[in-house]
């Protein structure tokens, strides 16, 4: 037999042995299921043993190969359709410099002492002179929307006000509106029922339209009038790239702008892999700042993100081998060219080099600030496009609510990538959190030439506010009571 023959004949006759087949599922970015085909027939091949050679696996061996078969393939079901999360409270990230001095570590006993520290931390810090209406008009993610079943009703705090969100029980139609019943003050939100379209108060059932917030039942009036002033406020709201969005504008009768919508997310071709979840203790102003202080990229951004998120540390000799390099420009709307004016753009290039020479993971972004708010970062990578979806909120004057989620077609590929992307997205994030829960607001900082975009920047972000914004001082006073 010619050896080409025996070496067809040991690959099955077409080359095509499971090990092979396996291989190029991976190489081919098949789903997980046409991998875990693969993988199973090779478990089947290797149990049942080789017809032509005549060797067989014992029992024992044929059960544990079962068993470890079973257990693969449920990690990598979990690890292919399952998200990752990400999430950091507002005492966990900028601190710790304080802590290790103070000797607080976590635990029972170090909890406490380490919150009261950072809220001292809080209470000293010189905020800045002059700091902008904290709360700007304009689109906010209020939710998430896997976080509102149907029938379900929450309460949310933020903007300066209290939201009672609810899912209609028979629609599925989301509304927002002031959380406090008009009868005696009960919040809807915290314990409310949801009855088709409308939330029943738990106090005394009264209901609530979700349409226009009007009282529709007042269930022990004997007369079964109902006075036109029972109602609260509806706030214009929609649910669109998996947020749940409130429209938030001092000025009554403004139109708000039309919501950018990306297709793949909103029918379903590309899958949620994940996000992150942070609070920063900042001016939200500050946050979306960076895309137009690209010279900050290099100084933060550029060390190595296996070294870690704290600043402190970020550039140890060992990690001087990989360096991320960032070219960016930020780029206001232009009215020649017809660009709505509450869109700014960003356009981004990353690459890792090893030792300054050789580039890999090449990523080219272009980010679009849609607001005070919202942020859509659309990437091309070398395993093809995906979507990062921004919301930043404020819960306080200076505490914003930041979420990233991750979006892009169902490879196995991307399932690696895009939990790698999630978490060296937050290990960057949680380097500018380092620097924000710190900084001041610089109402006229001292910049050069180079710092030109920041003036720009600051000078388009000014048409979010108004003037009856609130300001920061009414703000803080209304939660100091």
């Not at 299921?33 to 061996?61: F, Y």
């Not at 009007?214 to 998996?242: D, H, L």
């Not at 060296?424 to 006229?444: C, G, L, P, Y």
Request: proline share 5%.
């Amino acid at each position: 037999m010619e050896a080409s023959e025996k070496a067809a004949c040991c690959d099955g006759g077409d080359g095509s042995r499971p090990w092979v087949r396996l291989w190029q599922a991976l190489t081919n970015n098949q789903t997980l299921d046409q991998w875990l085909g693969h993988g199973l027939l090779l478990v089947k091949e290797d149990m049942l043993g080789s017809s032509s050679s005549g060797r067989a696996v014992p029992v024992v061996w044929q059960i544990l190969y079962l068993l470890a078969g079973v257990v693969t393939a449920w990690l990598c079901w979990k690890f292919y359709y399952s998200p990752v999360v990400w999430k950091r409270d507002l005492t966990d990230i900028g601190y710790n410099h304080v802590l290790d001095n103070e000797g607080i570590r976590r635990g029972r006993a170090g909890d406490k002492r380490r919150a009261h520290t950072i809220n001292r931390l809080r209470r000293l810090r010189k905020v800045g002179q002059r700091i902008p209406p904290p709360f700007p008009n304009g689109w906010f993610g209020i939710l998430e929307s896997e976080q509102l079943a149907t029938g379900q009703a929450r309460a949310v705090d933020c903007l300066g006000q209290n939201f009672v969100v609810f899912r209609a029980s028979d629609s599925g139609q989301v509304s927002v509106l002031d959380a406090y019943c008009p009868h005696l003050g009960a919040n809807l939100g915290v314990g409310g029922i949801v009855r088709g379209d409308c939330i029943e108060c738990p106090f005394h059932h009264w209901s609530f339209s979700g349409r226009d917030g009007q009282c529709v039942n007042i269930p022990y009036s004997k007369s079964g009038a109902v006075p036109k002033v029972a109602k609260v406020k509806k706030w214009t709201s929609m649910e669109a790239n998996g947020f749940i969005f409130v429209w938030h504008h001092v000025d009554e009768g403004v139109e708000p702008w039309p919501m950018m919508v990306v297709p793949e997310v909103e029918d379903g071709r590309w899958v949620y892999y994940g996000k992150n979840e942070f609070l920063v203790n900042a001016h939200i102003q500050d946050i979306p700042e960076n895309g137009a202080d690209v010279a900050h990229l290099s100084a933060v951004h550029g060390p190595n993100c296996l070294s870690g998120s704290d600043i402190r540390y970020s550039r140890p000799a060992w990690a001087e081998f990989g360096m991320h390099a960032w070219h960016a420009s930020w780029h206001a709307p232009s009215e020649e060219n017809d660009d709505p004016p509450h869109i700014a753009r960003m356009d981004l290039k990353h690459s890792f080099r090893f030792f300054n020479k050789l580039e890999v993971c090449t990523v080219d972004v272009k980010a679009y600030q849609i607001g005070p708010g919202y942020v859509q970062l659309a990437m091309q990578t070398g395993l093809g496009p995906m979507v990062a979806l921004q919301t930043v909120t404020p819960v306080e004057p200076l505490v914003q609510k930041v979420i990233h989620r991750f979006y892009a077609p169902r490879t196995i590929g991307n399932a690696f990538f895009q939990k790698f992307a999630v978490w060296a997205e937050s290990v960057m994030f949680e380097r500018d959190m380092m620097i924000w829960n710190h900084k001041q607001f610089v109402d006229t900082p001292l910049l050069i030439k180079e710092d030109r975009l920041i003036k720009a920047y600051r000078k388009w972000y000014s048409q979010f506010y108004s003037e009856n914004s609130t300001s920061y001082s009414v703000a803080k006073e209304g939660l100091d009571w």
